[in-house]
């Protein structure tokens, strides 16, 4: 007997005992009201199924006169009535990108689809054994209409190796950095040794056994200059180039992406299980990029408006086929420039899967400490 190939296209002529179902906002009335009304400070079951099965995907869009409010409305997820969320995250980060911002992109798990991004899919399958839970939180100052797709199948049972999908937000607006008062460019943004990563920004920490699967990360640069930016250097680079040049630089040199990625596994503290060399390198992007592009599995959604990096900018990186997994803890870190010299606008989103129970998440900010610099 051959061996069938096991890829999504390839899979899809198999046939399984399985039921498929869906939940919407559709008019039950039979009219065109198709959607939900929730008010300021409600929290809206989306769905509340019980039973074995896997949430596939989650449409919605919605329509509000608030401003920021993709910042200002929370999706939240439980998974067999535990009694903490897996999923609570700011709705316009949990699909993508910050910043309460909204652009058309598309990745594998994740897209937002036209008219100006505002359609939202998640791919990502949410398996649970007892009971799946989907709600909606509206802290905004006005009520929302809420159109939604929640598809999902039914089993008699879930395989006991599926772990359950987490994804949790976090902002530290500015980072912890030092001044750059007295040093040189150079000083400033390249010197300085970081060797316990304690002061990186943290986009994931948890324990349990699991795979972490990626995240999105949107920083808003909080120190532009306005000075002439220098010269650039010959190409092909050479290294006695690169230190005359840097050493050159005035502080119009704002790029805030000199920091290394480092992720910790099981309690490992230094050197970390895996060390990458820089920003833009995790997101799988070079040179201090300033231009939007999207893939399936890494992109920039939003890039930089003004020169030399001024205003705000989102990556995301999705470890589909490299995920990276872990049995007791991960810790996924970034340095904020190189050393944690700056002290800029970092909000990140983590997805991953894990067995419960899982760390309980912190209390999710206020809505002032939520809502994007301007």
Same mark, same amino acid.
């Given at each position: 007997?051959?061996?069938?190939?096991?890829?999504? &296209?390839?899979?899809?002529?198999?046939?399984?005992?399985?039921?498929?179902?869906?939940?919407?906002? $559709?008019?039950?009335? %039979? %009219?065109?009201?198709?959607?939900?009304?929730?008010?300021?400070g409600?929290?809206?079951? @989306?769905?509340?199924?019980?039973?074995a099965?896997?949430?596939?995907?989650?449409?919605?869009?919605?329509?509000?006169?608030?401003?920021?409010? @993709?910042?200002?409305?929370?999706?939240?997820?439980?998974w067999d009535?535990?009694?903490? /969320?897996s999923?609570?995250?700011?709705?316009? *980060?949990?699909?993508?990108?910050?910043?309460?911002?909204?652009?058309?992109?598309?990745? #594998?798990?994740?897209?937002?689809a036209?008219?100006?991004?505002?359609?939202?899919n998640?791919?990502?399958? #949410?398996? /649970?054994?007892?009971?799946?839970?989907?709600e909606?939180?509206?802290?905004?100052?006005?009520?929302?209409?809420?159109?939604?797709?929640?598809d999902?199948?039914?089993?008699?049972?879930?395989?006991?190796d599926?772990?359950?999908?987490?994804?949790?937000?976090?902002r530290?607006?500015?980072?912890?950095?030092?001044? *750059?008062?007295? !040093?040189?460019?150079?000083?400033? !943004?390249?010197?300085? +040794?970081?060797?316990?990563?304690? %002061?990186?920004?943290?986009?994931?920490?948890?324990?349990?056994?699991?795979?972490?699967?990626?995240?999105? &990360?949107?920083?808003?640069?909080?120190?532009?200059?306005?000075?002439?930016w220098?010269?650039?250097?010959?190409?092909? !680079?050479? !290294?006695?180039? @690169?230190?005359d040049?840097?050493?050159?630089?005035?502080?119009a040199?704002? $790029?805030?992406?000199? %920091?290394d990625? #480092?992720?910790?596994?099981?309690?490992?503290?230094?050197?970390?299980?895996?060390?990458?060399?820089?920003?833009?390198?995790?997101?799988?992007?070079?040179?201090?990029?300033?231009?939007?592009y999207?893939s399936?599995?890494?992109?920039?959604?939003?890039?930089?408006?003004?020169?030399? $990096?001024?205003?705000?900018?989102s990556f995301?990186r999705?470890?589909?086929e490299?995920?990276?997994?872990?049995?007791k803890?991960?810790?996924?870190?970034?340095e904020?420039?190189?050393?944690?010299?700056?002290?800029?606008?970092y909000?990140s989103?983590?997805?991953?899967?894990? #067995?419960?129970?899982?760390?309980?998440?912190?209390?999710?900010l206020?809505?002032?400490?939520?809502l994007?610099? +301007?």
């Amino acid at each position: 007997m051959s061996e069938w190939k096991n890829t999504p &296209l390839g899979n899809l002529p198999r046939i399984r005992n399985v039921k498929t179902k869906r939940i919407s906002s $559709w008019d039950k009335s %039979g %009219g065109n009201d198709d959607f939900i009304i929730v008010n300021p400070g409600e929290t809206a079951v @989306l769905a509340d199924i019980v039973g074995a099965g896997a949430i596939n995907h989650f449409w919605c869009t919605m329509g509000t006169y608030q401003t920021d409010y @993709l910042r200002r409305i929370v999706l939240k997820m439980r998974w067999d009535n535990e009694d903490d /969320y897996s999923v609570e995250v700011p709705i316009g *980060d949990f699909f993508g990108v910050g910043h309460a911002m909204t652009v058309p992109y598309s990745s #594998m798990p994740l897209q937002m689809a036209p008219e100006d991004g505002k359609g939202f899919n998640s791919f990502f399958t #949410m398996p /649970y054994s007892d009971r799946a839970l989907v709600e909606l939180t509206n802290e905004c100052d006005v009520s929302i209409m809420f159109y939604y797709y929640v598809d999902y199948e039914i089993h008699a049972e879930i395989p006991a190796d599926l772990g359950r999908f987490h994804a949790q937000w976090h902002r530290q607006n500015p980072t912890d950095g030092v001044s *750059d008062e007295g !040093l040189t460019t150079h000083e400033w !943004l390249h010197d300085g +040794k970081n060797l316990d990563g304690k %002061g990186n920004y943290v986009i994931l920490d948890a324990e349990g056994q699991g795979v972490y699967v990626g995240c999105n &990360l949107n920083i808003h640069n909080l120190h532009p200059e306005d000075d002439i930016w220098p010269e650039r250097v010959p190409w092909p !680079l050479r !290294l006695e180039d @690169l230190k005359d040049w840097n050493a050159a630089l005035p502080k119009a040199y704002s $790029w805030f992406g000199e %920091g290394d990625d #480092m992720i910790f596994i099981d309690g490992e503290t230094w050197p970390p299980t895996m060390h990458g060399t820089g920003l833009e390198d995790y997101f799988n992007a070079a040179w201090c990029p300033t231009e939007t592009y999207d893939s399936l599995y890494h992109g920039i959604t939003v890039a930089p408006a003004g020169p030399k $990096w001024a205003g705000k900018i989102s990556f995301y990186r999705f470890h589909v086929e490299d995920p990276i997994h872990f049995e007791k803890s991960i810790k996924v870190t970034i340095e904020h420039g190189h050393d944690n010299r700056r002290n800029d606008d970092y909000s990140s989103t983590a997805y991953w899967y894990q #067995m419960e129970p899982h760390k309980k998440f912190p209390a999710m900010l206020p809505v002032k400490d939520r809502l994007p610099n +301007k």
